[in-house]
């Protein structure tokens, strides 16, 4: 069931199975710093992603792994991100290209899981982003098997860059 249909994100969830967890697809985003502000000085690759990720002390994010997107075997990053404080809601993270105050954030305990592209479409770089959503470790492994069907089943015209 599609939450979220628009140029940024492509949100879905089983329908009457589940209400906590999501597989939301995102077009070149951008992360948010914890001053409350797009962070341009990162650049939009999912190498430097990571990178941004893993230096930033308002997060845990476990080691990258490799797997592919989609019918058309993106190459991708994985990795799984928790809150490090363990506060109320989990850091904003995410923002879009003209998503004003727009960020992404869920519940204290939640955990993530982030996959990373790089591809070209129509002649020019981007970047794909692929969240799973669950409410604890246990949760998120749960709702993998699920997750991993709807991400192996995306089709887009794009290649690796």
């Not at 962070?39 to 430097?48: G, K, L, Q």
């Not at 490090?84 to 305990?109: C, K, Q, S």
């Given at each position: 069931?599609?939450?979220?249909?628009?140029?940024?994100?492509?949100?879905?969830?089983?329908?009457?199975?589940?209400?906590?967890?999501?597989?939301?697809?995102?077009?070149?985003?951008?992360?948010?710093?914890?001053?409350?502000?797009?962070?341009?000085?990162?650049?939009?690759?999912?190498?430097?992603?990571?990178?941004?990720?893993?230096?930033?002390?308002?997060?845990?994010?476990?080691s990258p792994r490799h797997a592919t997107i989609g019918q058309?075997?993106?190459?991708?990053?994985y990795v799984e991100i928790t809150d490090e404080a363990g506060?109320?809601?989990?850091?904003?993270?995410?923002?879009?290209?003209?998503?004003?105050?727009?960020?992404?954030?869920?519940?204290g305990e939640w955990i993530f899981r982030l996959y990373l592209?790089?591809?070209?479409?129509?002649?020019?770089?981007?970047?794909?982003?692929?969240?799973?959503?669950?409410?604890?470790?246990?949760?998120?492994?749960?709702?993998?098997?699920?997750?991993?069907?709807?991400?192996?089943?995306?089709?887009?015209?794009?290649?690796?860059?």
């Amino acid at each position: 069931m599609s939450h979220e249909d628009h140029g940024v994100e492509f949100s879905s969830a089983p329908a009457g199975e589940r209400s906590d967890g999501r597989v939301l697809f995102w077009l070149d985003i951008l992360p948010w710093d914890p001053d409350g502000r797009a962070a341009s000085y990162v650049p939009n690759t999912a190498a430097e992603w990571v990178d941004w990720l893993r230096s930033n002390p308002i997060v845990s994010v476990t080691s990258p792994r490799h797997a592919t997107i989609g019918q058309m075997r993106l190459p991708a990053t994985y990795v799984e991100i928790t809150d490090e404080a363990g506060g109320e809601r989990f850091p904003d993270l995410i923002t879009w290209p003209n998503a004003g105050p727009n960020v992404y954030g869920i519940g204290g305990e939640w955990i993530f899981r982030l996959y990373l592209a790089d591809f070209t479409y129509d002649g020019s770089d981007h970047l794909l982003a692929v969240a799973v959503e669950g409410t604890d470790p246990s949760d998120l492994d749960a709702f993998l098997p699920i997750a991993k069907q709807v991400i192996a089943s995306a089709d887009a015209p794009i290649e690796a860059s």
